[in-house]
């Protein structure tokens, strides 16, 4: 069964760090280009990032509002793809999906940023 | 920026057609793909490569592009339809995606 399953989400305060991880099975990872979505309350879904596969030379790109303060990354080595994020801010409360761009999405993992 | 512009809402009865546009200045060299999104849940895929239909999903969902316009066409819809639907497409560098705002499509 192909699957992605994301954790590490939780409550943090304005400017600290949390990283991300999503779990990826049933499918060829290492192959996949894999993105970061996410959706703050009562709003709509919001592109945060992709990775490309290393074979097609592992590079990120970034949405505005995160660039410079997330970071993707991946491990084909356990088929896990993260997200570190640094300097967080209220307005990066959301639920982040881990997606391959397509098909296939995560449940979800909520992270919350409050004093 | 890059946007891609979606009517907010759309209202139809069931069994009528409803159609949500996407429109974006890449689109004519883009694909779009679509998202429903039930309340509470994760997106799942209703169109990609702008008229794809991946398996499982009912042949009443369909999808078309022209030009800088991308509409995703529910033939005879039902009550279960209803939900969040979000356009998905990328720009002209092919790098940075972007998703619509969403429409909320009621059906009663």
């Known amino acids: 069964e192909v699957q992605l399953v994301e954790s590490g989400g939780g409550l943090v305060k304005p400017g600290g760090s949390l990283r991300l991880s999503c779990a990826a099975s049933?499918?060829?990872?290492?192959?996949?280009?894999m993105s970061w979505v996410r959706q703050a309350p009562g709003k709509g879904l919001e592109w945060v990032g992709r990775?490309?596969?290393?074979?097609?030379?592992?590079?990120?790109d970034y949405a505005a509002p995160v660039k410079g303060r997330f970071t993707i990354s991946r491990d084909d080595s356990k088929n896990t793809l993260y997200l570190q994020m640094n300097s967080l801010k209220t307005e990066d409360t959301a639920v982040y999906y881990c997606?391959?761009?397509?098909?296939?999405w995560g449940q979800g993992t909520t992270v919350t940023v409050s004093s | 920026s890059y946007e891609l512009t979606q009517p907010p809402s759309v209202s139809v009865s069931p069994g009528q057609t409803a159609r949500i546009t996407c429109s974006g200045d890449?689109?004519?060299?883009?694909?779009a793909y679509w998202y429903q999104q039930k309340s509470g849940q994760a997106p799942v895929l209703v169109i990609y490569?702008?008229?794809k239909r991946p398996s499982g999903i009912p042949e009443r969902f369909s999808g078309s592009s022209s030009g800088t316009m991308a509409t995703l066409t529910i033939s005879g819809a039902q009550v279960e339809d209803e939900a969040d639907y979000y356009c998905?497409?990328?720009?002209?560098?092919?790098?940075?995606?972007?998703f619509g705002g969403g429409t909320k499509l009621t059906v009663l």
């Open positions: 997606t391959t761009g397509a098909e296939v």
């Open positions: 049933g499918f060829t990872f290492s192959n996949a280009w």
């Open positions: 990775i490309k596969s290393k074979t097609d030379g592992g590079t990120t």
């Open positions: 890449a689109l004519p060299k883009k694909y």
């Open positions: 490569e702008d008229s």
């Open positions: 998905y497409s990328t720009d002209s560098s092919g790098n940075l995606w972007v």
